[in-house]
């Protein structure tokens, strides 16, 4: 296959910066996917375009490793250590309205929020200064791949790699599965 366009117009729907890593993950393996069952089963691509192809999808295998590797303890942080410090100032918030807000009730509720700011400071901020650092790494590696692969076969090949996204670019969709991340309409712009 020749190339119909320049690399720059072969972009493929692009998940929102803004998404949290897990999404970004769960976007990066579907891309990863994509290029594995084109190298498996399209029967139109010839052996180097094919050899080329699972270079790209060893070395995004990589880049979605290296995601992983950041999203595992950002989502670990958030699941089991965040919620005791929300949940500690759920209930001074609790003990407050129930205590007329008195004195007491008031120095617990600046105490508990007080605790949560510090855990954000020491843990949760370089957790998500990591996984921001990977997001920005994976983001440049697919678009250096798309547009090496726009250059070989086509834009059209790129643009097959990529899932519908929801509107607003903000996660895979997944129409009528209850159990996925969405279940909202895909959107082809992002």
Known sequence: MSARRAPEEAPGPRLSRGASGLRHLRWAREVLATLEAHVAH????GDADREALRGEARALAASVQALSGAVKPYRDFLERTRVHYRGRVRVAE???????????ARARLEE??????AMEAAQRRPLKASLSEEIDRLREAMARM????????SAAFVESLYPPLTDGASRVADDG????DATASPSRSG
């Open 112 to 117: 508990a929020r007080s605790a949560l700011a």
């Open 177 to 180: 599965d209850p159990d996925d």
């Open 42 to 45: 399209n029967p139109a691509l």
């Open 146 to 153: 798309d547009a090496r692969i726009a250059e070989r076969l």
């Open 94 to 104: 609790h003990l407050l309205r129930e205590s007329g807000a008195d004195e007491a």
